[in-house]
C-alpha cells in the first residue's frame, strides 16, 4: 500500500542558502543519475520543489519546501518502497542535516 512520509529538516541558514545547498544536492543526484537506471526530474517554483523518481518500475513523488527555519520535505512512496518507509525517513533526515549545517567559511 502506497504511503505518504513527512520530514522537517531544521536549518539556521538563510531560505536562499538553504536554497542553494539543496539545489546542490539534487544536482549531484541527477548527475548521478546519468547512467540510466535513476530518471530524476525536478521543477523550483520560487522555495517550492516539485520532483520525481523512476527506477526500476517504482516512482517516487516528492515535494519540498524551504521555510525560516526547516525544510519540509514530503514523499509519496510506491507499495515496495512504503515498507522501508521508516529507512528512508532516517536516511534523508540524516543526509538532510548534513547538507543544511551552519558550516563557517
Known sequence: MAETVRIDIPHKLTREAARQRIDEG????????????????????GDHLDFRARMMGQSIVGRLDILDDHVHVELDLPGFLASLAGKLTGKIQREGQVLLENKKA
Do not use: N
Open 26 to 45: 539534487f544536482g549531484r543526484i541527477r548527475s548521478d543519475a546519468t547512467g540510466g537506471m535513476l530518471k530524476f526530474e525536478d521543477h523550483w517554483t
